[in-house]
């Protein structure tokens, strides 16, 4: 634990944050689920082929719930790295956030019109893949203002791993603004495409195992020191 009693080398603000944005990405996530809606049988019907019919919902949900958990991840982990905070961090946080809280809402529209006329299914499709391409933008806005200079975090943070990074979330952010483009054109297209790019992001940075493996190594290292200031254990 630091001075300021958050886990080492973090101060409680940055804590803080991603406790707050946890919960919100618990909160979005849940969300999805209720949008899924429990089939009236019709005379003539079996429940069986009103459950079959709402994959569109499960679809729509999976992809969010990938999404949206995959993103989470990918915020805890730089989170990590963050050993300060400062006003601009909470505010692109905060619209990071809103975005976030704000998808369960065309995942339900893609859900409900997937099926529908071509101009229902281009603008929920268009909707969606804009929504998340707005998200990544701040995501990728959030982690170019931290690491930029070392601005916010760690200090001794390998500077080829943080350009890897950051590569990695311009990239992204691009290939988002594809998938909403594509969605003016193929649904099919763009959704694939983000379903691609959540699974793309679920994979650790390369060159980051190394990063913790070296942190593991640094709290091993200080063990003994830390038993040596609190002096010995009664026997």
Not at 53 to 59: C, E
Not at 164 to 169: A, C, D, I, P, Q
Request: hydrophobic share 50%; proline share 4%.
């Amino acid at each position: 634990m630091n001075s300021e009693g958050g886990p080492a080398g973090r101060d409680n603000d940055t804590v803080r944050i991603e406790t707050f944005s946890d919960g919100v990405f618990a909160i979005a996530i849940t969300l999805l689920v209720l949008e899924i809606r429990v089939p009236e049988v019709e005379e003539g019907h079996t429940l069986a082929g009103e459950l079959l019919g709402l994959w569109p919902s499960y679809l729509a949900y999976a992809l969010s719930f990938l999404v949206i958990g995959t993103m989470w991840a990918n915020h805890h982990n730089r989170f990590r790295y963050i050993a300060r905070s400062d006003h601009v961090l909470l505010f692109i946080n905060t619209l990071l956030l809103m975005c976030m809280a704000f998808i369960p809402f065309p995942t339900a529209l893609l859900a409900e019109y997937v099926l529908g006329s071509d101009e229902e299914r281009t603008a929920a499709a268009v909707l969606y893949g804009g929504t998340l391409a707005v998200t990544a933008v701040f995501f990728t806005l959030l982690w170019l203002y931290v690491a930029t200079n070392h601005r916010l975090v760690q200090r001794d943070l390998d500077s080829r791993l943080l350009r890897s990074m950051t590569r990695r979330y311009v990239i992204g952010v691009l290939l988002y603004a594809v998938a909403f483009a594509l969605a003016f054109v193929s649904v099919a297209g763009s959704l694939a495409l983000i379903l691609a790019l959540a699974l793309l992001f679920v994979l650790p940075e390369p060159g980051e195992h190394r990063l913790d493996g070296r942190a593991d190594e640094d709290a091993e290292a200080a063990a003994p020191e830390v038993q040596s200031v609190e002096g010995p254990g009664k026997g």
